[in-house]
């Protein structure tokens, strides 16, 4: 079949969502939660494929902000809902999604597109690359005690049940754009994210850190099991802190919550001190390792130019970018700043070659240039400028971007 991607009405978006929920095996819905989920979707920004009468594939997108090395905050794509029903796969729908998703996200003047992958092979081939990371933790809270001279952090106070989203939204806003792979979160997405779990009243524990230039972090957790009366498991939901007194104030808070003797929690920073703060560092155990987010470069000269880079030797780069034609080319790194200084194949001769999935893995410092050549992800026609490269695309802290959508 030839796809015709459409851009779906906004009648047509409760369907679009029943389709993305059964891909994912999730159920419809119900009238009360479509009323809030409807809210998440942007006009204009969700398209679909049809096969007769019937909606057969659909993909959607949020407008929100990144940033990156340097402290620049981009425009950005946050893509999700994707989804091809099950009788209609393998049949290019999904590369026709993806390929009309780009061309929209461009002329929407964003040069960046993200996305949480439910697959990890499937999204490489749009161009998109893990661009940050996140580790899985268990910490035996009767264990894991206060190390003596840890900082203390500042004052925490615990939020009545229908104070949790508005301080948190507030909170948050002050502290969203601190740390290189951040995102920012539109007011819809707290009461998707939290709302249908507070309001149906499971046991949550809603905090604020105060340091010494007031509100600078907060957490959210829920009681998620109980193997007796006092033995309890807490899971984070969210931790957000602007510094690692703030981490510190939040995680001790947490971890001696009474009757609580485990404390879980998924895709925290890699960099993330906790070990470093705990008296007995066993108590923390890593349960998994994962990529987070999935970053497309969809204007690599703009997104290219908005980072910066350290005191490196020139280099020249070639990027190939099949799906964006436009994008391919050499560019110069020097001086901080990056130039277009031809077309690939033309006169001038790249050190270091890779395509968009790649270079975005190096983008917000995930992954060095070096570890990447090595691996084969980057090739390198003169292997000295590796050396170079490391230092042009090195940044002081590891990306993370903690905001699920």
């Known amino acids: 079949m030839n796809p015709d991607v459409r851009v779906l009405e906004a009648d047509q978006l409760r369907s679009a969502h029943m389709l993305f929920a059964a891909t994912i095996h999730r159920g419809p819905v119900d009238d009360q939660r479509w009323s809030h989920t409807a809210t998440t979707y942007s006009p204009g920004r ?19 902000q990144l940033v990156v090395p340097g402290g620049a905050v981009l425009p950005m794509a946050a893509v999700t809902r994707v989804g091809v029903r099950a009788d209609h796969t393998r049949r290019g729908l999904l590369t026709a999604l993806m390929r009309a998703q780009l061309d929209d996200v461009a002329a929407r003047g964003e040069p960046v597109a993200t996305l949480r992958a439910s697959e990890a092979r499937i999204y490489g081939r749009f161009g998109y690359g893990v661009a940050t990371r996140g580790r899985d933790l268990n910490v035996n809270a009767e264990r894991a005690g ?40 539109p ?41 007796g009366f006092a033995e309890q498991t807490l899971e984070i939901a969210d931790l957000q802190a602007a ?39 066993r108590a ?19 997104a290219l130019a908005a980072r910066s880079y350290g005191p490196a030797d020139p280099v020249l780069l070639a990027v190939h970018d099949p799906l964006l034609e436009k994008n391919a080319g050499v560019y110069r790194i020097a001086d901080g700043s990056v130039e277009f200084v031809g077309p690939l194949g033309g006169p001038v001769t790249p050190e270091l070659e890779c395509d968009a999935a790649a270079l975005a893995m190096a983008y917000l410092g995930d992954r060095t ?37």
Request: glycine share 10%; aromatic share 8%.
């Open 243 to 281: 510094d690692v007194q703030a981490t510190a104030g939040l995680w001790r808070f947490l971890l001696g919550v009474d009757l609580i003797t485990s404390v879980h929690t998924e895709l925290r920073p890699l960099d993330e001190p906790l070990e470093l703060l705990l008296g007995d560092p």
């Open 46 to 64: 969700t398209l679909g494929v049809h096969h007769g009468s019937a909606l057969v594939a659909t993909a959607t997108s949020i407008p929100s």
């Open 284 to 302: 923390c155990a890593v349960a998994g390792q994962h990529d987070e987010t999935w970053l497309r470069l969809v204007d690599v000269p703009a």
């Open 187 to 227: 007011d819809r997405w707290w009461q998707s994210m939290f709302g249908k779990r507070i309001d149906e009243r499971e046991p949550v524990l809603g905090v604020v850190h105060t340091g010494a230039g007031g509100d600078d972090g907060f957490a959210i957790a829920f009681r998620t099991s109980a193997a």
């Open 146 to 185: 206060w190390r003596s001279g840890a900082p203390l952090g500042g004052s925490v106070r615990l939020l009545d049940r229908d104070e949790i989203l508005p301080t948190m939204r507030d909170v948050h806003a002050t502290i969203a754009l601190n740390r290189v792979g951040s995102i920012t979160r």
């Open 369 to 405: 240039p070096s570890q990447l050549v090595a691996t084969g992800w980057w090739s390198a026609p003169d292997p000295s400028a590796v050396r170079r490269a490391d230092t042009a695309f090195a940044t002081a802290e590891v990306p993370w971007c903690g905001t699920y959508f």
